[in-house]
């Protein structure tokens, strides 16, 4: 089965200027997993129309997916949907439904409807993103998604899209008290076994101890379950038996 | 003077499969902040040397700076020294320096070692980043810096580097109890005012009451005030006093 494959740009000078820690592209990224969808690459772009337009342009051809975090509230420096308009080369327009939700929510003064409907505007021929918490809507035309930045806006918001779902993207994992150095040549071993499996190598440290966590990936259990096993034998044979095993076959 | 731009390259396929959420973006924005150098682009990049190479060719030459962290271990993940030489076009050298520090360390078995000596490898004509913690080497190539992954190493590489220095990027903030579409209109207007400040809205919801963060950067810091006073009176036109005020005047 064809891999799908997405893009995730995460918009704003706030993440570029270390103001705000990014904290959206492991949930989407995980959310994807399930879905057979892998997350192939990943920008952070500043608020700059034209960055954002080409970026946009560039990613929308390259991958089946693009999702777009932040810059869709009512103020001046929330300018995602000009800029997906810009790269789509249509203007913008005042989603009626949109509109009207916003204008009966509350009795609000007139300047602050103003500049609340600025997020009823969305390009022309997009598609809307439904969003139960009554923040700022999203929306999508053709495979580009615009969503919120703030993480709770964004958690409810992906969920409604309806996605062309794969093979999901599998893993297990083994945790060792050894250092990378040690197991370096049987990791070599294995991948070279498998190589539908992506087999990740990452050190830790706690209570003082060194240790590496090895991360089986893939779409195909019994061979992450076999480079597993195949691990497993290389380090018994070195004399360590791995503290912990994980089999999230739901998480990427 | 100047502005000075870089690219931050982010290497590594746990952080687009979600196993782990990225936390170095943070870090090096704000220690470059303090230098005058602005993190203009930043990247979430996979173990795939083609894509780490064609990277690193376009935004070597768009920035002034370029710095990547990951994938400087002993393990077969471990890509990023190899992606950067073929990025330049230069072959792979044993370090002397490094290798003799790895073999000098502690007394480890041979096939260890030669796992080990994997992290001495360094693109022709690299020198090297200080990396005091005794973990994996860093290194540098004309403007692109290779630091590693792991936030503690990092964090002893990033200080150690020397960079041209320009305008601190500077930043002041208030908070006040007001939804963001109730001082769009105004902060709009700040905006306009003052187009050498970069003004950023950032909602925030707490104890359940909604708010506004409103953030000025730049590197004037007579600017940075005018604008922060000018909103501080509108929003005491509109009858909201900020809750709370901050100068970080060496944060950006």
Known sequence: MKQITSCVLLIGNELLSGRTRES??????????????????????????????????VVRKKYDYVFTTGGIGPTHDDITAESIALAFGVPLELNETIASRIKSSTSIPASTLTNRLRMARVPQGAGLIENLTGGPQGFYLENVYVMAGIPSVLRAMLPTIEIATSTPVLSCSLEVLLGESHLAHELDLVQ????????GSYPFSRDGEFGTSVVFRGTDTDLLIAAFEMTKQALLRLGSHPMSETFDWDIG
């Not at 592209?25 to 129309?49: E, S």
């Not at 070279?192 to 087999?199: A, D, G, L, P, Y």
């Open 192 to 199: 070279q076994t498998f190589q539908k499996v992506e087999i």
């Open 24 to 57: 959206n592209l492991q949930y989407i990224a995980k959310h994807l997993n399930k879905k057979g969808v892998r997350v192939a690459d990943a920008r952070v772009l500043p608020d700059v129309h034209q960055t954002i337009a080409d970026t946009v342009n």
